[in-house]
């Protein structure tokens, strides 16, 4: 099984909302990953977890709180987003940290939020 | 500090016909090397790698690669594309900091 699963797939929220995303693997993975990806363009790196901690903090504004309850889940915490928030969150897992072979990183299919 | 060229941002095409997506990379450590695909409305999908042994890397629907140490390349080719190849088309390298970095992606737009 090599399935990342996100949900949920849409979102729309005010800019006073609270809301979360959620991502689940049970591939073993111990790195597990959160991208905000706006159109046309790659994925930009926000969070990591390894080993259930937070590895990687891309310099992500406060709005966004993630957490890593076991090492098959991951959640993203939204509050008080702006509308430039609005773009395909992705999830994703790997092997671990270690770099090279074990960096390849298997994807969710995203959420695709929208702030009002 | 390693970085990842996409030489070109749109590449149309018809049916049938080869098809070319050049990647160029920067690294100054040992590089791993991927290319993942997007379809619309989807997440990425990882469609080859290449990690260390054989310089030519297949995938299962047609695509090959190949690692091109000197010229620092790897170029995503397929022989003959079809409708359902349209998507979005992204090449990454892993190097030692447990990152993956991005090319900023080629659009593959198959024409019947």
């Known amino acids: 099984d090599t399935e990342v699963t996100q949900t949920p797939k849409h979102l729309v929220m005010g800019m006073t909302n609270k809301k979360s995303l959620k991502c689940e693997q049970h591939m073993g993975h111990r790195a597990m990953y959160w991208y905000k990806q706006k159109a046309k363009k790659p994925p930009e790196l926000m969070f990591v977890?390894?080993?259930?901690?937070?590895?990687i903090n891309e310099s992500v504004p406060s709005r966004f709180s993630p957490e890593c309850p076991n090492s098959s889940l991951l959640n993203l915490h939204l509050h008080a987003l702006q509308p430039e928030d609005s773009a395909l969150y992705l999830c994703?897992?790997?092997?671990?940290?270690?770099?090279?072979?074990?960096?390849?990183?298997?994807f969710g299919p995203g959420t695709r939020l929208t702030v009002t | 500090a390693q970085s990842v060229t996409q030489l070109d941002s749109q590449v149309p095409v018809f049916e049938e016909a080869p098809v070319e997506l050049r990647c160029n990379y920067s690294s100054s450590v040992s590089v791993y090397l991927f290319w993942y695909v997007q379809y619309p409305n989807q997440g990425l999908q990882l469609l080859l790698k290449?990690?260390?042994?054989?310089?030519l890397v297949e995938s299962i629907n047609g695509f090959e690669a190949e690692f091109n140490k000197s010229q620092t390349s790897f170029h995503l080719r397929k022989p003959s594309v079809h409708i359902s190849d349209t998507a979005e088309y992204f090449c990454a390298v892993s190097g030692n900091t447990g990152k993956l970095i991005f090319g900023q992606g080629t659009t593959l737009q198959v024409k019947p």
């Open positions: 994703a897992s790997s092997q671990g940290l270690a770099g090279g072979p074990f960096n390849e990183q298997y």
């Open positions: 290449y990690l260390s042994g054989s310089t």
């Open positions: 977890y390894s080993y259930e901690k937070l590895s």
